[in-house]
């Protein structure tokens, strides 16, 4: 059970795996997210499903090693298993009715929205896609996402691919030529999510963003998730994990996230000490 | 023995229980309470009076014959104790450590009108323990040749545990499905280790193998299967025991700042997760040196006594009403008190007070005083005017409940829901709106017992015997 049949390194420190799992990838949505356990004292964490194949029964995670869950996650091999995997779990995005939609990606964000996209061209929908990153090493899923784009915009910081600059920068141009969507969806860093959403607020175009809080359970039993939208206090992991960008306290979200950075450090360096 | 000669024990109170020195026991998370030696069980078991209607086993909500297990340990027959409990309860080592007694079985007991009640927990306790460390257990795996029939029982707390049990031995195949990665439910995520080793629940659930039941751990049903389509993939039935896992908040300014818990998120992260122990564990948790946890309950209690053990200084309980009003066991309250938790009654937080960064750094409390009665028939506490005043503290815990988790009621069409979100069904039974699906334990009730939970799977596995046999 949950064993990884392949594995490709996509960047640096960035991994997929396609892992066996024939009930969840019978059931998973675009948008949901399985939890995951690597060893016997590890922690249990959320990750989003990338893309899934409902007759081999697989589901593909895409990841950046940041902690030691992920780092031991990138050293399991096609053929290991996975401790424990949970899903799929948050509620499914809803594609419904869109014409029009253009999809924001920031740096690992690409993986994340890769699923959606995928399901919005196979319902004819029409999907400008901006992928931002950092540099071009960093630029993630690029030939794979192309053929479900009606266009593809590729923006980084450096400039070393495609447009220099930000994702707001193109979005932005695109929005004042007069392109008009239904929807953006926004998938990546917090703060490129707020500035996303911050952007289409002036446009009045409907914006959701895909949150990725610390999580304990991931069925709505523990609160750890919870955040501000639209003054009420919601659980990404039951009610989201996808929420109106435009509700959003992102700046509490983000002090959220920062609540165990000195634990994560120590376990990362308990873990090289080991290694 | 003959009953003319026995003279009973006439202490007026309990023999006392061996327990870790509070000084001891706040720095680590072995359970506080030692249990009966053999001598002192029997010395205590000649406290009972053999009372001709036997009130204590009216208090029990599963009926444990408790005078006749009694009996048999003062006849020094701890093992068949031991079965005589088994009759009716299934998880008598846990049910002696985590039961409010003294609401149950203790309260009728006649000796509490002249002094304390027989300590009918800690027999209970100790013939469970004293049989898992000296001999075989009475679980014999039935024959499964051919099964009564298929049932599928959702969760593995109390509720499952007792509903899977009690189909097993009367000759059901049962499969547990256990959303956690570990099976036990509130007993393994809520309850510490120190008030109920994971051993004894790890013992129990063995003692379920044996019986040929299955489980399926990691499997959130709802989610990966419906109830439906366990109906439709050949279950005759299904019992629905996920628990009240939704945390209640207080609804007041802060309380997303950091250093917030909800009890459920404190205590998983430190007895299913075991961050007590990180960085061995990778699950850690943030404990201020200054801890509030706001509620009364045994839930409180727990996170409270956790939250010294992690090394808090100084660690408040903060309640509505007065320590009368205070639903947690009194063993609970008491050990509490030992270990150096400070009670802070009649104290309603109105507001978390916060730093630039975003953690804690204080709690807005106001002063209560106790009205007339409400509905729970407890005095409702009213705010003291100009009572308002700050506890300095970096962590909040709060415990003021829990609800029944929506996820398996919305994924299952036409099932009866109460206003309260549990699901509606026949208390005698477990029957809900649907045919052929049951429920039990806190998704029926809201948090409530251990024992209680474990007296709904009785009845369901039960009624779930009945339906089946009545649709074959």
Request: net charge neutral.
């Given at each position: 059970m949950n064993r990884i049949i392949r594995k490709r390194v996509l960047g640096p420190a960035v991994k997929l795996i396609e892992v066996e799992s024939p009930l969840i990838a019978k059931k998973v949505q675009p948008g949901q997210f399985v939890m995951l356990r690597v060893h016997e004292k590890g922690e249990r964490i959320p990750m989003t499903i990338s893309d899934y194949d409902r007759q081999k029964g697989t589901v593909t995670i895409i990841f950046q090693e940041v902690g030691k869950t992920t780092m031991l996650l990138g050293r399991l091999e096609e053929g290991d298993s996975i401790l424990d995997l949970v899903g799929p779990l948050g509620k499914p995005t809803?594609?419904?009715?869109?014409?029009r939609v253009v999809a924001i990606a920031g740096g690992l964000g690409v993986a994340l929205v890769f699923s959606q996209i995928k399901e919005l061209h196979r319902r004819n929908s029409k999907v400008d896609c901006i992928i931002g990153a950092r540099n071009k090493d960093l630029v993630l899923l690029e030939e794979e996402i192309e053929p479900f784009c009606t266009n593809l915009y590729i923006v980084t910081d450096d400039g070393?691919?495609?447009?220099?600059?930000?994702?707001t920068d193109v979005l932005k141009r695109l929005l004042d030529e007069g392109r008009r969507y239904d929807r953006a969806i926004a998938v990546g860093p917090l703060n490129m999510m707020k500035v996303v959403s911050d952007l289409t607020r002036q446009y009045g175009l409907p914006t959701v963003v895909s949150m990725n809080p610390i999580m304990v359970d991931g069925t709505g039993m523990c609160g750890c998730c919870r955040l501000t939208v639209g003054g009420q206090i919601k659980f990404a992991c039951v009610d989201g994990p996808e929420f109106d960008g435009h509700l959003v306290d992102f700046d509490e979200v983000i002090k959220r996230t920062a609540m165990y950075w000195e634990e994560e450090k120590i376990a990362v360096e308990l873990l090289q000490q080991r290694l | 023995m003959a009953e003319s000669k026995r003279k009973p024990n006439l202490m007026k109170t309990k023999v006392p229980m061996p327990v870790q020195d509070p000084d001891v026991r706040i720095k680590n998370f072995d359970e506080v309470a030692l249990g009966y030696t053999p001598e002192q069980a029997v010395e205590e078991a000649r406290r009972c009076l053999r009372c001709k209607d036997s009130p204590c086993i009216k208090g029990c909500p599963v009926n444990v014959e408790i005078p006749r297990f009694i009996e048999l340990i003062e006849e020094r027959k701890f093992h068949e104790a031991y079965l005589k409990i088994l009759e009716t309860n299934n998880l008598p080592a846990i049910c002696g450590r985590v039961c409010p007694q003294e609401s149950q079985c203790e309260r009728y007991c006649l000796r509490g009108e002249k002094g304390e009640p027989v300590a009918i927990g800690r027999l209970e306790r100790f013939a469970a323990d004293y049989v898992a460390t000296h001999g075989e257990l009475g679980y014999e795996a039935p024959d499964?040749?051919?099964?009564?029939g298929r049932v599928a029982v959702v969760g593995s707390g109390p509720a499952g545990l007792t509903c899977a049990a009690d189909l097993a031995k009367m000759g059901y195949r049962v499969t547990i499905f256990e959303a956690f990665h570990t099976p036990g439910g509130v007993l393994v995520y809520g309850i510490p280790e120190f008030r109920l080793p994971k051993r004894v629940v790890q013992r129990e659930i063995e003692n379920l193998k044996k019986l040929g039941v299955e489980i399926q751990t990691n499997m959130v049903i709802g989610k990966i299967l419906s109830v439906d389509e366990l109906l439709d993939g050949g279950y005759d039935a299904v019992f629905i025991g996920a628990g009240a896992g939704l945390p209640q908040f207080?609804?007041?300014?802060?309380?997303?700042?950091?250093?917030?818990?909800?009890a459920n998120e404190f205590l998983t992260r430190i007895n299913?997760?075991?961050?007590?122990?990180f960085p061995e564990y990778d699950t850690p948790v943030k404990v201020g040196r200054r801890v509030a946890v706001i509620g009364g309950g045994n839930v409180a209690m727990d996170a409270a006594r956790c939250a010294l053990r992690l090394g808090a200084e100084k660690v408040y309980v903060v309640y509505r009403r007065s320590e009368k009003e205070m639903p947690a066991r009194l063993e609970e309250i008491q050990h509490a008190k030992e270990e150096g938790v400070e009670f802070r009654l009649l104290t309603n937080p109105v507001r978390i007070i916060g730093d630039d960064d975003g953690w804690v750094k204080a709690l807005e409390c106001v002063a209560m005083e106790l009205g007339e009665p409400d509905a729970s028939g407890r005095r409702r506490p009213v705010v003291k005017p100009g009572s308002e005043h700050c506890l300095e503290v970096e962590t909040v815990i709060v415990a003021i409940g829990t609800t029944p988790n929506p996820l398996i009621t919305e994924a299952t069409p036409g099932l009866e829901l109460t206003p309260f979100g549990g699901i509606m069904v026949d208390g005698a039974t477990g029957r809900t709106s649907r045919p052929g699906i049951f429920a039990g334990g806190d998704i029926v009730t809201g948090a409530a017992t251990v024992i209680l939970a474990m007296g709904a799977g009785k009845r369901a596995a039960k009624a779930i015997d009945e339906y089946i046999v009545a649709k074959k």
């Amino acid at each position: 059970m949950n064993r990884i049949i392949r594995k490709r390194v996509l960047g640096p420190a960035v991994k997929l795996i396609e892992v066996e799992s024939p009930l969840i990838a019978k059931k998973v949505q675009p948008g949901q997210f399985v939890m995951l356990r690597v060893h016997e004292k590890g922690e249990r964490i959320p990750m989003t499903i990338s893309d899934y194949d409902r007759q081999k029964g697989t589901v593909t995670i895409i990841f950046q090693e940041v902690g030691k869950t992920t780092m031991l996650l990138g050293r399991l091999e096609e053929g290991d298993s996975i401790l424990d995997l949970v899903g799929p779990l948050g509620k499914p995005t809803d594609l419904q009715g869109l014409e029009r939609v253009v999809a924001i990606a920031g740096g690992l964000g690409v993986a994340l929205v890769f699923s959606q996209i995928k399901e919005l061209h196979r319902r004819n929908s029409k999907v400008d896609c901006i992928i931002g990153a950092r540099n071009k090493d960093l630029v993630l899923l690029e030939e794979e996402i192309e053929p479900f784009c009606t266009n593809l915009y590729i923006v980084t910081d450096d400039g070393s691919r495609g447009e220099r600059g930000f994702v707001t920068d193109v979005l932005k141009r695109l929005l004042d030529e007069g392109r008009r969507y239904d929807r953006a969806i926004a998938v990546g860093p917090l703060n490129m999510m707020k500035v996303v959403s911050d952007l289409t607020r002036q446009y009045g175009l409907p914006t959701v963003v895909s949150m990725n809080p610390i999580m304990v359970d991931g069925t709505g039993m523990c609160g750890c998730c919870r955040l501000t939208v639209g003054g009420q206090i919601k659980f990404a992991c039951v009610d989201g994990p996808e929420f109106d960008g435009h509700l959003v306290d992102f700046d509490e979200v983000i002090k959220r996230t920062a609540m165990y950075w000195e634990e994560e450090k120590i376990a990362v360096e308990l873990l090289q000490q080991r290694l | 023995m003959a009953e003319s000669k026995r003279k009973p024990n006439l202490m007026k109170t309990k023999v006392p229980m061996p327990v870790q020195d509070p000084d001891v026991r706040i720095k680590n998370f072995d359970e506080v309470a030692l249990g009966y030696t053999p001598e002192q069980a029997v010395e205590e078991a000649r406290r009972c009076l053999r009372c001709k209607d036997s009130p204590c086993i009216k208090g029990c909500p599963v009926n444990v014959e408790i005078p006749r297990f009694i009996e048999l340990i003062e006849e020094r027959k701890f093992h068949e104790a031991y079965l005589k409990i088994l009759e009716t309860n299934n998880l008598p080592a846990i049910c002696g450590r985590v039961c409010p007694q003294e609401s149950q079985c203790e309260r009728y007991c006649l000796r509490g009108e002249k002094g304390e009640p027989v300590a009918i927990g800690r027999l209970e306790r100790f013939a469970a323990d004293y049989v898992a460390t000296h001999g075989e257990l009475g679980y014999e795996a039935p024959d499964m040749a051919a099964p009564k029939g298929r049932v599928a029982v959702v969760g593995s707390g109390p509720a499952g545990l007792t509903c899977a049990a009690d189909l097993a031995k009367m000759g059901y195949r049962v499969t547990i499905f256990e959303a956690f990665h570990t099976p036990g439910g509130v007993l393994v995520y809520g309850i510490p280790e120190f008030r109920l080793p994971k051993r004894v629940v790890q013992r129990e659930i063995e003692n379920l193998k044996k019986l040929g039941v299955e489980i399926q751990t990691n499997m959130v049903i709802g989610k990966i299967l419906s109830v439906d389509e366990l109906l439709d993939g050949g279950y005759d039935a299904v019992f629905i025991g996920a628990g009240a896992g939704l945390p209640q908040f207080l609804r007041i300014p802060g309380e997303n700042l950091n250093g917030v818990f909800s009890a459920n998120e404190f205590l998983t992260r430190i007895n299913l997760m075991r961050a007590y122990r990180f960085p061995e564990y990778d699950t850690p948790v943030k404990v201020g040196r200054r801890v509030a946890v706001i509620g009364g309950g045994n839930v409180a209690m727990d996170a409270a006594r956790c939250a010294l053990r992690l090394g808090a200084e100084k660690v408040y309980v903060v309640y509505r009403r007065s320590e009368k009003e205070m639903p947690a066991r009194l063993e609970e309250i008491q050990h509490a008190k030992e270990e150096g938790v400070e009670f802070r009654l009649l104290t309603n937080p109105v507001r978390i007070i916060g730093d630039d960064d975003g953690w804690v750094k204080a709690l807005e409390c106001v002063a209560m005083e106790l009205g007339e009665p409400d509905a729970s028939g407890r005095r409702r506490p009213v705010v003291k005017p100009g009572s308002e005043h700050c506890l300095e503290v970096e962590t909040v815990i709060v415990a003021i409940g829990t609800t029944p988790n929506p996820l398996i009621t919305e994924a299952t069409p036409g099932l009866e829901l109460t206003p309260f979100g549990g699901i509606m069904v026949d208390g005698a039974t477990g029957r809900t709106s649907r045919p052929g699906i049951f429920a039990g334990g806190d998704i029926v009730t809201g948090a409530a017992t251990v024992i209680l939970a474990m007296g709904a799977g009785k009845r369901a596995a039960k009624a779930i015997d009945e339906y089946i046999v009545a649709k074959k």
